[in-house]
């Protein structure tokens, strides 16, 4: 069982940044890839980004150039680095674990992040 614990939201000014953080346990960091997802209010939940053991990366179109995923396997840790952000950014952020052997979910409890002026 794979848990996942979330920081790092919080409130923002348009154009401004925020990192968020993951840590995970209960399984080996590098037998997971690692992705964020967010659910803004009064839409289903979308895919951000993902990263894999070896620091391959993906993005969303709406956020690349914008926003940047990373990890440290050293300690467990993923990040979503976010910048010049704007109100439609405005959402709850999941970080998501996805065992590439099993194919097994796991989610972490959401961290809010609100882009307001």
């Known amino acids: 069982q794979v848990q996942l614990v979330e920081s790092g939201g919080g409130l923002v000014q348009p154009g401004g940044s925020l990192t968020l953080s993951c840590v995970a346990s209960g399984i080996s960091f590098n037998l997971l890839n690692m992705a964020w997802y967010r659910k803004a209010p009064g839409k289903q939940r979308e895919w951000v980004a993902l990263?894999?053991?070896?620091?391959?990366?993906t993005s969303a179109a709406s956020v690349k150039g914008r926003f940047t995923i990373s990890r440290d396997n050293a300690k467990n840790t993923a990040y979503l680095h976010l910048n010049d952000m704007k109100p439609e950014d405005t959402g709850v952020y999941f970080c998501?674990?996805?065992?590439?052997?099993?194919?097994?979910?796991?989610w972490g409890q959401g961290t809010q992040v609100t882009v307001s002026s």
């Open positions: 990263v894999t053991p070896g620091s391959g990366t």
């Open positions: 998501n674990a996805m065992q590439r052997i099993s194919g097994e979910n796991s």
